[in-house]
């Protein structure tokens, strides 16, 4: 089945969850703890899930102190009654994944464990390495083998390879060496590590349990293991829990902060706060900058499930245009929807969505979504309104077009498949059968992140923090074969 960018979902798609604990009392079970913060997260990835658990020490049975469990499907798949009951230790590491076209085999699961003489560990990586191909090169040369294609296999040969130095050392060895996004977690014989790349890309964050300390994805999680949200890890810090203490230090000298700006748009969940930014307040206030951008005369405002509902408020609340529910998701077809035939999988998007027909019936209505990746979604959902007898469909979106691919771990189609890399707005209006097509501006999308933004003081809105490089072109971090511009 090809899931080349969740081509029928029509979405970016986010690559990975993780969710660590370490209770400091030894008797204390994280794994349940883990479970659930998984759970959490499943919107992170739905492909394969795992969990890699330090057992008590009067519990080691094989002899190695971590032991896994993982397989393809959701959490609560992977993870019967009966695997969890055998699964026992007072620190353990979750992983969810979505991963990429043809790379959704059992191989890439993570978390990776490795285990040798001078101790195990287990590894579980959000992001994307950009010089993975040749640190891979170099660790083959020296005899090293792969069993996957995931990243996350590269560092954890990576630190094996380093590990007689002591973990401290193998882990700053190892994080020099590899460049691109990481938000890395890592489970050793005695400690929980938590790292974020220089310039943060990826989410990660520290959260506080009686007994106990967590990393996280995102601080909805922590949430729902009734953990206090502690503070983001900072672009360029390692954190290392143990059982008497939280050591942190700085591992980069340049560090510059380049949140993922398709966290807060599309991705995230919006009870999460990442990086001090609340992200169902920055999809309202997209809305209503949106509304003051481009409002049009209208009679309804409705919202895409689930990150347009959000904006759709906020533009009726900046407009006065009523807001309504006109379009209704089903929960139950997400990107884990096995879809037997080619017909079928065209078909998701009706699968998905449907219009309520008695709300927009002889309205002007806009209509308010995340993004355009396709255009496949927007053009159903244009057809669906008309044929329910919308008068005018005017669609409104809360992120700038995306043009260009990311290397950064999010799953985007080539440039070429990108719509709004092909066509104008206004072509692209006209081949998806809206009334008016506008994109929110990249300052918009700015203060929709940050309300004092103010984009004529910021010398370069590169420079506020944010990587926005698959609507601009301009990356925060070198890709090999890619100017670090591609704006035309
Ligand atoms: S290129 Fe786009 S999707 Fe990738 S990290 Fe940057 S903002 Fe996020």
Request: charged share 20%; proline share 4%.
């Amino acid at each position: 089945m090809n899931r080349d960018c969740d081509n029928y979902n029509d979405k970016p798609g986010e690559k990975c969850g993780i969710f660590g604990v370490y209770c400091t009392d030894t008797k204390k079970d994280a794994v349940s703890l883990v479970y659930y913060g998984l759970f959490s997260l499943q919107h992170r990835g739905q492909e394969s899930a795992g969990i890699a658990v330090l057992q008590n020490p009067d519990e080691g049975k094989s002899g190695a102190a971590i032991e896994c469990r993982k397989g393809l499907g959701l959490v609560g798949q992977v993870f019967s009654d009966n695997v969890l009951s055998n699964l026992k230790g007072y620190a353990a590491l979750g992983h969810v994944l979505y991963s990429t076209s043809g790379s959704n085999d059992l191989e890439n699961t993570q978390p990776f464990v490795s285990h040798s003489k001078f101790g195990s560990v287990a590894v579980a990586h959000n992001g994307a390495l950009t010089n993975a191909d040749v640190v891979r090169e170099l660790l083959e040369d020296s005899g090293i083998g792969f069993s996957s294609s995931s990243d996350a296999e590269v560092i954890i040969n990576l630190i094996a390879k380093n590990y007689k130095k002591g973990l401290e050392r193998a882990l700053t060895d190892t994080i020099k060496f590899i460049k691109g996004s990481y938000a890395l977690a890592l489970l050793t014989d005695d400690a929980l590590v938590g790292a974020r790349d220089p310039n943060g890309i990826r989410p990660l964050c520290l959260g506080k349990l009686d007994g106990g300390w967590i990393l996280a994805s995102e601080s909805c999680a922590i949430d729902a293991v009734d953990g206090e949200f502690v503070r983001d890890i900072e672009p360029g810090e390692m954190v290392i829990i143990r059982q008497d203490n939280v050591l942190s230090f700085t591992f980069s000298e340049k560090t510059r902060r380049a949140s993922c700006a398709f966290e807060y748009v599309y991705f995230a969940r919006p009870d999460s706060v990442i990086d001090s930014v609340d992200v169902y307040g920055s999809r309202i206030r997209a809305g209503e900058i949106l509304g003051r951008e481009s409002a049009v005369d209208a009679e309804l405002v409705i919202g895409v499930p689930d990150s347009g509902i959000p904006a759709a408020i906020g533009y009726g609340r900046a407009t006065g245009t009523p807001y309504g529910l006109g379009i209704v998701k089903s929960k139950y077809a997400g990107r884990a929807f096995i879809a037997p035939s080619q017909f079928l999988r065209e078909r998701l998007v009706s699968v998905k969505h449907n219009v309520i027909e008695s709300e927009v019936r002889d309205k002007r209505v806009v209509v308010i979504d995340d993004s355009i990746v396709r255009g496949t979604t927007s053009r159903r959902l244009v057809s669906l309104l008309k044929a329910a007898g919308a008068k005018e469909v005017h669609i409104r979106i809360c992120s700038p077009p995306v043009r260009f691919p990311c290397y950064f771990g999010i799953d985007t189609p080539h440039r070429k498949d990108l719509i709004s890399n092909i066509n104008s707005a206004d072509e692209l209006c006209a081949s998806l059968g809206a009334d008016s097509l506008v994109f929110i501006s990249v300052d918009g999308l700015l203060q929709s992140f940050d309300p004092d933004f103010n984009p004529v003081s910021a010398s370069s809105s590169n420079n506020a923090g944010y990587c926005l490089g698959c609507f601009t072109g301009e990356y925060p971090i070198p890709v090999a074969g890619v100017s670090q511009s591609e704006a035309p």
